[in-house]
């Protein structure tokens, strides 16, 4: 297999389980509510805090990166993550759960983001455009495979069993990033940058970052707290349908972000990245607004698919540092962005469970009208965001 591939296939499979993690909650939600006891405000909390640990490994990742390089970095953090989900598997507290969904999260801090470093030193800038939203794309498939699969797993042998068959799959493939890939393609020696707060200070003072920034701190915020958590509570909540249904619709939605992550690239290299990112978040305030009426079931995972769809072309807002700042900086400056996008996913998440707690619940289970208050506060702050972004239009060419 040539050298390019491997790099590519291997990396790709290590965002396949990252993105199994983040999403696998929405489906055990009900049963970790029940088995731990938990309310939606600790549920949310505890979700979340693979984000929060992700998006807080994100700055000295960056310089990690641009260092020693992805092969050792990611390698290692994600050694911590088959840690963390081997804890999780066998956690019979509120306490347990949390620290074990905390270490998953920097396990898997590294990953998209030591790809996208890795494809910067290994492909062209017009194939690294394509071959990152297709790395997302393939990638994203693993929240298929906590949706329907990860329902019919949980009824066969349990979540338990899932995550710890989980955690020896993470340490394998991290066992095939140190030793099956390189940091640079045969030939080119790696040469790492020191460290210089000073290219950071730049990032942080550049007003593009922060257009960026705070629009994907809400568009990626948004679609990972409703994937990844509160579309399970929202389906089981609001239509009581069952597990296996709910697993269905949860199918179809993830399919609809894979699919937007695989286009992204290429309609971005058509569009623009910058018009594409506008028309995606565009569209997928819409698909906010209509989940907060909630329409009958059909119309809702519809709408749901639409969702992922759109909130996945966003996806091309951590493709754009790349074309903002010098590819020698490519790791602190993308790293930088992804920690609003990683951040915003935690925080949006515990913000969805508090807003949703503020209402009365009945055996667990709260009113629509908890889910439509979350869905038009993410709505409305998501169209501020875009508004802010709107300027980067003229970048494209």
Request: hydrophobic share 60%.
């Amino acid at each position: 297999m040539a050298a390019h591939v491997r790099v590519f296939i291997i990396f790709t499979a290590a965002y396949f389980l990252s993105y199994f993690y983040r999403s696998a909650n929405a489906v055990i939600a009900p049963n970790l509510a029940q088995e731990l006891a938990l309310d939606a405000s600790q549920l949310g909390l505890m979700t979340s805090l693979f984000f929060a640990t992700f998006a807080a490994v994100q700055l000295p990742l960056g310089v990690g990166l641009d260092r020693v390089g992805p092969r050792w970095v990611t390698s290692a953090l994600m050694l911590v993550g088959a840690t963390g989900s081997l804890l999780f598997a066998f956690a019979h507290s509120l306490a347990a759960l949390a620290l074990g969904r905390a270490l998953i999260g920097v396990g898997m801090a590294g990953v998209l983001m030591g790809a996208l470093k890795a494809f910067s030193r290994w492909y062209s800038p017009h194939r690294y455009q394509m071959l990152s939203g297709f790395l997302v794309g393939v990638g994203s498939a693993g929240a298929l495979a906590a949706a329907t699969p990860l329902a019919w797993l949980n009824e066969t042998v349990g979540w338990r069993a899932v995550f710890v068959v989980g955690a020896v799959l993470v340490a394998g493939v991290a066992a095939a990033i140190a030793f099956g890939t390189r940091n640079t393609p045969p030939g080119i020696p790696w040469s790492g940058h020191a460290v210089d707060l000073r290219v950071l200070r730049a990032v942080f003072c550049d007003l593009r970052f922060w257009r960026m920034a705070l629009l994907v701190f809400f568009t990626n915020g948004t679609l990972l707290a409703f994937q990844g958590l509160w579309a399970g509570p929202y389906l089981n909540d609001v239509y009581a349908v069952d597990a296996l249904t709910r697993g269905n619709v949860l199918l179809l939605l993830s399919a609809g972000v894979t699919v937007g992550f695989l286009l992204s690239g290429w309609l971005s290299a058509r569009l623009g990245l910058a018009k594409l990112v506008i028309v995606g978040t565009a569209l997928f305030i819409v698909t906010q607004l209509v989940l907060a009426l909630h329409p009958p079931l059909a119309v809702m995972a519809l709408t749901g698919a639409l969702f992922g769809w759109s909130g996945g072309l966003t996806i091309m807002l951590l493709a754009q540092p790349r074309y903002v700042f010098s590819v020698e900086v490519t790791g602190q400056a993308t790293t930088a962005v992804n920690l609003f996008a990683i951040g915003g996913a935690a925080l949006v998440q515990w913000w969805m469970g508090w807003l949703i707690a503020l209402f009365p619940s009945v055996d667990v289970r709260y009113p629509p009208e908890a889910y439509s208050a979350a869905l038009l506060v993410t709505a409305a702050s998501t169209t501020a965001m875009l508004i802010f972004y709107w300027p980067m239009h003229r970048s494209d060419r």
